[in-house]
């Protein structure tokens, strides 16, 4: 195992893992500020960054973003900014959803899609491809003014059923195709649809999380070799930056912060969708 990981870790430039380092703990502190966000940026830096395969990297990304979501929603917790009864709702159609997907799925979709003159789609480009779509989808989330103030005080909310089923469908499905936990949806439904004070919406959003993507990361393992020893190193120093990001919560409001992170996300998704066609 050792050996494996030498071999993996010599293959990447110096400079491109440090600087996958570094946004590793950006990660963090965007999932322990605003709730979701950072988990979109974790596939991309473990692919270009650490030279990951797509759909490694897809997996590897369930278990960076769950343990690091479950670390996050201590504090919140603790703080009575969770609400359980909207989390199990979510919970249950996203976990039958992750579970689908990872079994099914994934393992059936072939190594080269399709080709036509030059280009081959390939799985990889394709997940990318997919990743891309849902940054700039998620940026929109983002960078949109909430027309109602996030502080609202707490409240007995009024479930609407189907929609939180629906939306838990969906959010597992992304959860296992791509490795993103999916708080770029789960937060504008519990914020504005819900009506959940953005504060218990984060807290809510990161116990969906780290519930959906260790599920999605346990389906997988059968079908994983796992490079234990960098996915901790990654893991640990992501759960850093959501502490630093949790910290950070209670003296900056996330929802200043999520426009800015909202235009770097769609800059991404941009330059992915180029990357991957384009300069191929």
């Known amino acids: 195992m050792f050996l494996s990981w030498y071999n993996f870790a010599v293959s990447i430039p110096k400079t491109m893992y440090i600087a996958g380092y570094i946004a590793s703990v950006f990660i963090g502190i965007s999932l322990g500020l605003i709730g979701g966000g ?11 960054l650490f030279g990951v395969d797509a759909a490694l990297a897809t997996t590897y990304s369930l ?5 690091t979501s479950v670390m996050g929603s201590f504090s919140y917790f603790k703080k009575g900014l969770v609400n359980i009864k909207m989390a199990a709702v979510f919970g249950v159609p996203s976990i039958i959803s992750v579970f ?15 080709s036509t003159g030059s ?35 707490l409240q007995k909310q009024k479930f609407n059923y189907p929609l ?16 993103a936990g999916g708080g ?13 004070p953005m504060k218990a919406a984060v807290g809510t959003s990161l116990l969906i999380i780290s519930t959906n993507s260790l599920v999605g990361f346990v389906f997988s393992l059968a079908h994983t070799a796992v490079h234990w020893h960098f996915l901790l190193t990654i893991t640990f120093i992501a759960i850093a930056g959501i502490l630093i990001g949790s910290f950070l919560s209670a003296k900056i409001e996330g929802k200043k912060l999520k426009p800015a992170f909202g235009w770097f996300v769609l800059v991404m998704g941009i330059y992915i969708i180029i990357k991957e066609t384009w300069l191929k």
């Open 164 to 179: 939180v089923f629906s939306i838990g469908i969906l959010v597992g499905i992304i959860t296992g195709f791509i490795g």
């Open 63 to 67: 278990f960076i973003v769950g343990t």
């Open 119 to 153: 280009f081959t789609l390939t799985k990889s480009i394709f997940l990318m491809l997919i990743f891309a779509v849902l940054m700039v989808v998620a940026s929109y989330s983002m960078i949109k003014k909430d027309r109602q103030a996030a502080d609202v005080t």
């Open 100 to 114: 689908l997907t990872r079994a099914y799925i994934m393992p059936v979709i072939p190594a080269q899609i399709f």
């Open 38 to 48: 950072g988990s979109i940026l974790t596939v991309p830096v473990l692919v270009y």
């Open 184 to 196: 770029f949806l789960i937060i504008p439904v519990l914020a504005n649809l819900l009506k959940l």
